[in-house]
């Protein structure tokens, strides 16, 4: 579906050039983590974590591939590896609808950033592999995968609670304490980054402070209330011309929000997945919103797997085939217009 959406992209959306990479699966955030992956940091890019850009270099080093094939490789190996762990997941969970979150995962709308040059496949792979081996009880592989998820995205903290949950669930005849330790490294992704902004530039909250730096409106020293961001959504949309594609951004934005929020509330309601799963899906959704904008949130939500299994247990099958086929059109629209060098998410 991607190469199809690569080939009508130019007959639905002229070509805004500024933001583009090297390849068109590379726009944006793309620049920036190659430019990591061969140089480092420079000024402002410590908004971006630095696993992936890590693992880009050092397999580029190692095959003698260019870096920017490297990266395509990476995300595209760990999106199959992810999507087949994924799947596996949602049958621990629910046998019978295991196959639909798969399908939802795929036709999300902004789920061609698991083909692109971003994070979404690393860190879908290692933060589904962090939860099986959770729910398996193999604790030295969940702490292990979860260090490496928060060092690939803040987001990879979030995990902690839903595995220490796991693990304090176990009968204690069958808990080791020494595993508490392996689930503690969890953390310590974040931890060693922060150590190093702190050693580096001497600030270990960069990560933050850098956001403004990549416009819409993010906020990088105060942290901003969800009411005053809904409240500014509220005045963009009665205040942008409507036909203008800032507008159409901004209603995307909001919708897809709304929309966690609401499948968050319905997971607590069919209580088809743990309720420490959904805390770790509102906190992805909501932690973001901090920085003063709900900018990027489409793309924040793939983080939020859990929902796609909540969704994918709706007993409706129409419901889901209809929600199937919206989320194909926005993939078709929005990752047309990305490949084009429009800011989506």
Known sequence: MLSGIEQIAPF????????LGPTHWANFDGVHYLSIAR???????????PFYSTLIRWISQITGLSDVVTALVVSHVSFLGGLILFYDLARLI????ALWSVVLVLLFPTSFFFASVYTESLFFLLAVVCLIAAKRNVWWLAGLCGMLVSNTRLFGVFLYPVVLWQFLKERQTTRQWQDLLFISLIPVGLIAYMWYLASSIGDPLAFFHAQPAFGAGRSGGTLIILPQVLWRYMRILTSVWPSSFI??????ELTIFLFGLWVVWLGLRMRVVGAVYLVYAL??????????????IPRYFLSAFPLFIVLANMHNTKIKALIAMVFSIGLIVFGAAFLRGHFVS
């Open 12 to 19: 639905l959306w002229p070509l805004r050039e500024g933001f």
């Open 39 to 49: 140089s480092g940091y420079y000024t402002y890019e410590q908004a971006f974590f």
């Open 94 to 97: 629910n046998r019978r609808n």
């Open 247 to 252: 507008y159409a951004v901004s209603v995307f």
């Open 283 to 296: 906190l992805v959704l909501v932690i973001p919103t901090l920085t003063g904008t709900l900018s990027s």
